[in-house]
């Protein structure tokens, strides 16, 4: 039997975990996530684009890296900070079908190093 096809055609996963604040790992919500998924939302539905799910997710464990997305099916994750960055990533992955090179999560990725536009950059 094969998979079924997927519900949604781009699902898109936002972390808005909010730790303590002083906690060592740090938490996407006190950089912002919730904020910048809204914006995301938002724009999606103002461009009329069809078939994407924009979620609130809890912690996806890579905190140290805030605020992080996930898009699925490619399974491509993004740091990113400003509406700009969530602009960014709209127009040229979820529109263009492209990548957003310079926020753009390895699977190894451990810190924000080469991540234009982190805090602290
Ligand atoms: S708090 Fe966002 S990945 Fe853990």
């Given at each position: 039997m094969t998979d079924p096809a997927p519900y949604y055609r781009i699902h898109v996963f936002c972390c808005v975990n909010q730790r303590p604040?002083?906690?060592?790992?740090?938490?996407c919500a006190a950089q912002g996530a919730q904020g910048l998924r809204n914006f995301l939302a938002a724009r999606c539905r103002e461009l009329g684009i069809e078939g994407i799910r924009v979620n609130n997710a809890?912690?996806?464990?890579?905190c140290e890296l805030g605020p992080v997305m996930v898009i699925y099916p490619e399974g491509v994750w993004y740091a990113y900070s400003t509406s700009e960055d969530i602009e960014e990533i709209l127009q040229t992955?979820?529109?263009?079908?492209?990548?957003?090179d310079r926020l753009l999560l390895q699977p190894e990725q451990k810190t924000r190093d080469g991540v234009v536009g982190s805090p602290g950059a």
């Open positions: 604040e002083g906690h060592p790992r740090g938490s809890g912690c996806l464990d890579r992955h979820v529109i263009g079908g492209g990548r957003v």
